[in-house]
């Protein structure tokens, strides 16, 4: 089936950097695009970056433009999130999920089970 | 950026009752409008893409409409698993930007 697992979550100080990876099975990683969107605790939920299937194409949400960098390898079938310089406000579960489209349709299915990222002042 | 919200922000309803739950973009978005359901601690689950398409696996029950800035989520007869939070987002361009949520509880 198909699965998306997030991992490399965790306690952070602020100013300092993380990255989060998403393994993919059940399906050819290499044929669609995947986004992050995070959700801060009690919060909804804010897009935040989207990569096409072959990596040639990546958005950002403007809060995170210029600070975290989306990537993936289609060899591992992993998809990642460099996520530099955090901030306080960057504390979130952080969900990668699937785009229908090797661009982006940009509805999202399905979705990882998230991964906890807390930023400590 | 393109604006999402939605009315109401909470609502109280009981098994067997009708439920709708609107979104409002802040501009044109022609049909680009999806709506997930998450219950707490879980990822969101995909409903409805495209304003109307229901996704594979999803109950009848479930139906969506509008274009342009008005879109409507409707649960035809609400079913105990349907209490849950309730989230439009729009896919018309980026940032792709998601509704408040509209928390569905018991009455």
């Known amino acids: 089936q198909v699965q998306l697992v997030e991992s490399g979550g965790g306690v952070v100080q602020s100013g300092r950097s993380l990255r989060l990876s998403c393994a993919a099975s059940?399906?050819?990683?290499?044929?669609?695009?995947l986004h992050w969107v995070r959700q801060a605790p009690g919060k909804g939920l804010e897009w935040v970056a989207v990569?096409?299937?072959?990596?040639?194409?990546?958005y950002y949400a403007d809060s995170v433009k210029g600070r975290f960098t989306i990537s993936r390898d289609n060899s591992k079938n992993t998809l990642y999130l460099q996520m530099n310089s955090l901030k306080a406000d960057d504390t979130s579960v952080y969900y990668c999920?699937?785009?229908?489209?090797?661009?982006?349709?940009?509805?999202?299915?399905?979705w990882g089970q998230g991964t906890l990222v807390t930023v400590s002042s | 950026d393109i604006q999402m919200t939605q009315s109401p922000s909470s609502l109280s309803a009981s098994v067997g009752d009708r439920v709708t739950i609107t979104c409002r973009a802040s501009?044109?978005?022609?049909?680009?409008l999806n709506w997930y359901q998450q219950k707490p601690g879980k990822a969101p689950k995909l409903l409805i893409y495209?304003?109307?398409t229901l996704q594979s696996g999803v109950p009848s029950r479930f139906s969506g409409s509008g274009s342009g800035t008005d879109f409507t989520l409707t649960i035809s007869s609400l079913q105990p698993e349907d209490f849950a939070t309730y989230y439009c987002?729009?896919?018309?361009?980026?940032?792709?930007?998601f509704g408040p949520g509209t928390k569905v509880d018991v009455k």
């Open positions: 999920a699937r785009d229908p489209s090797s661009t982006w349709f940009a509805w999202f299915d399905p």
């Open positions: 059940g399906f050819t990683f290499s044929s669609y695009a």
């Open positions: 990569i096409s299937s072959d990596g040639s194409n990546k």
């Open positions: 501009q044109s978005i022609s049909s680009f």
């Open positions: 495209a304003a109307s």
């Open positions: 987002q729009q896919s018309y361009s980026t940032p792709f930007t």
